[in-house]
């Protein structure tokens, strides 16, 4: 029996977006091209028009506008002729609100995006809560949601949200797609204030 040394997961690809890039990612289709190709993987534009429902040229004109800020990029080795093959440059966007706080047109494009994702977090929900009954009762009762109400400053919401990050992290390296059951799974990380009462 040959010994083996466990692969080394690849390290994350991550980009903290500057002006440009936030304003080329504020638009729907743009945001689902990106995402599918870090689920999915590399794939041509008519194979992402296919997966999201929508027509080859528009398709290929969006990655194009992501490819000019560094989103995506071609991958050459897949390409053959004609055929383009598209990757996501990055496997993690990073962004604090407050670094378009500048540029009005920059804020307005991150506001965007941040309401993008609480639209994608209800669609994705609505869309669990429609077939839950499918699924098994390991399933439904490891997925799902809560919240805890803290009080406390700036920093510590920083210290807590960079922990969190940290253990999703380590679960994400850790992942064998191959186990029995294995599924993929989206996580979403939330901290907002409560306001009622605040002024």
């Known amino acids: 029996m040959e010994n083996r040394e466990p692969e080394t997961p690849p390290a994350v690809r991550a980009v903290r977006i500057d002006h440009r890039q936030v304003r080329v990612l504020a638009h729907p289709l743009r945001m689902r091209l990106v995402g599918a190709l870090r689920?999915?993987?590399p794939a041509t534009a008519t194979a992402l028009a296919q997966l999201l429902d929508t027509n080859t040229g528009a398709t290929s004109?969006?990655?194009?506008?992501?490819?000019e800020v560094g989103l995506v990029v071609e991958d050459p080795d897949r390409g053959t002729g004609r055929q383009r093959w598209w990757r996501a440059a990055h496997d993690v966007t990073n962004w604090e609100p407050s670094?378009?706080?500048?540029?009005?047109?920059?804020r307005a494009a991150i506001e965007w995006i941040q309401g993008d994702q609480v639209r994608l977090l209800v669609a994705h929900a609505e869309r669990w809560f429609a077939v839950q009954h499918e699924w098994s009762p390991a399933w439904r009762d490891a997925l799902g949601m809560g919240d805890a109400f803290l009080t406390v400053p700036p920093a510590r919401v920083e210290a807590l949200k960079a922990e969190l990050w940290e253990v999703l992290e380590r679960y994400?390296?850790?992942?064998?797609?191959?186990?029995p059951d294995a599924a993929?799974?989206?996580?979403?990380?939330?901290a907002y204030p409560l306001l009622e009462g605040r002024r």
Not at 99 to 106: G, S, T
Not at 172 to 179: F, G, H, L, N, V
Request: charge should be negative; aromatic fraction near 10%.
């Open 39 to 41: 689920v999915h993987g």
């Open 61 to 67: 004109y969006h990655l194009r506008q992501l490819a």
């Open 99 to 106: 670094d378009f706080d500048d540029d009005p047109d920059a």
């Open 172 to 179: 994400r390296t850790e992942a064998d797609p191959d186990a």
């Open 184 to 190: 993929p799974v989206q996580v979403f990380l939330a």
